[in-house]
C-alpha cells in the first residue's frame, strides 16, 4: 500500500490533471478523455462503473455557484439589467462545466484518494 499523499499536495497534484498518487502521469490524453490507469504507479482511475457521477456533482455545484455570484453582484449590486446579465450567464452556464469537467474528475479522484486511502485493484482484496 502506498504511502497517504497529504491534501495539499493531492489538491496541487488536480490542478495540474496528474495522477493524484504519484503526481507524474497526466490523467487526460483529450479534453474529456481519460488513460483507464496511471502509466507510472498503476492506479486505476475508474474504479468502478459511474464512479466519475459524482464529479458531475461538483462540475454543477461549481457552476450554480459562480453563476449564483455573478448573477447577484452584477444584477442586485451594480445594477445592470436582467437583459444584460442573463444571456452572458447562459452562456456561461454551458462552457464553464465544459471547461472544468476535466478538473472535477480529478479533483473528485484527488478526494476520492484523500478519503479512501487504498486505491489498488479491488481484485486484489
Ligand atoms: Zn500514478
Given at each position: ?60 455545484g461549481l457552476t450554480a455557484l459562480t453563476t449564483t455570484f455573478a ?9 445592470y439589467s436582467n437583459l444584460w446579465v ?40
Open positions: 500500500m502506498p504511502a497517504p499523499v497529504p491534501r495539499s499536495v493531492l489538491l496541487s497534484r488536480a490542478v495540474r490533471l496528474k495522477c493524484p498518487q504519484c503526481g507524474e502521469s497526466t490523467l487526460f490524453h483529450h479534453w474529456v478523455l481519460m488513460y483507464p490507469k496511471c502509466e507510472h504507479c498503476g492506479l486505476t482511475y475508474e474504479r468502478e462503473p459511474g464512479y466519475f457521477l459524482g464529479s458531475i456533482y461538483v462540475n454543477y448573477y447577484v453582484a452584477f444584477h442586485m449590486v451594480m445594477g442573463v444571456p452572458p450567464l447562459l452562456v456561461y452556464c454551458i462552457v464553464f462545466p465544459v471547461l472544468f469537467f476535466p478538473y472535477a474528475r480529478a479533483y473528485w479522484l484527488a478526494m476520492d484518494l484523500s478519503f479512501d486511502r487504498y486505491r489498488g485493484d479491488d481484485d486484489e482484496l
